[in-house]
């Protein structure tokens, strides 16, 4: 019995060790995003001059720097240009390592529901420490923005839409 008992002990720990040694080798960097408050700074980048929420986000950084980001309704979520844009026309993703951004994606129009679509190859460092992915302005009516602040990051907690009741 003390046999079985063993290998049972054994086989769980070969299990445990065989599914973290795939995580380890599973390199994604994947999540969602949160809209960004006023006054934050994320690797030296400051967000933008108004509070914005993301009603629907994903996104997928491979290893070898495959980057897909999704997601719709990123709009201002206070002031007069509430549940709009504003003059935000385009944006692009940059990643962060080691607190330092590293890498930034194409500028891609933003819709004038808040929704876009990143889909581009970056350069992924071989140690990312404390990766974050940030959503920054590109671009607005009156031209592009060159290191644009950033308007959404990758967040543990979910994203609120604009007008939600947190007084339950």
């Known amino acids: 019995m003390r046999k079985k ?11 445990l060790l065989t599914g973290a040694a795939a995580a380890y080798e599973n390199r994604d960097f994947h999540g969602q995003l949160a809209g960004s408050a006023v006054g934050e700074h994320v690797a030296g980048v400051p967000s933008g001059g108004a509070p914005w929420v993301v009603a629907n986000s994903e996104f997928n950084i491979t290893a070898n720097g495959r980057i897909q980001v999704e997601f719709r309704g990123l709009v201002i979520s206070t002031g007069a240009f509430i549940n709009t844009v504003g003059p935000v026309t385009m944006v692009n993703a ?22 876009a679509s990143i889909h581009d190859q970056i350069t992924v460092p071989a140690r990312c420490i404390a990766p974050a992915l940030l959503i920054r302005i590109a671009a607005t009516t009156k031209g592009p923005v060159a290191n644009g602040p950033f308007i959404a990051v990758n967040a543990l907690a979910g994203s609120t839409q604009a007008g939600d009741d947190h007084d339950h």
Do not use: E, F, W
């Not at 008992?5 to 299990?15: F, H, S």
């Not at 940059?94 to 929704?115: E, F, K, Q, R, Y």
């Open 5 to 15: 008992q063993n290998l049972m002990v054994l086989a769980i720990g070969l299990g």
């Open 94 to 115: 940059s990643l962060a390592c080691n607190d330092v951004v590293v890498a930034t994606t194409i500028a891609v129009p933003l819709s004038s529901g808040g929704d």
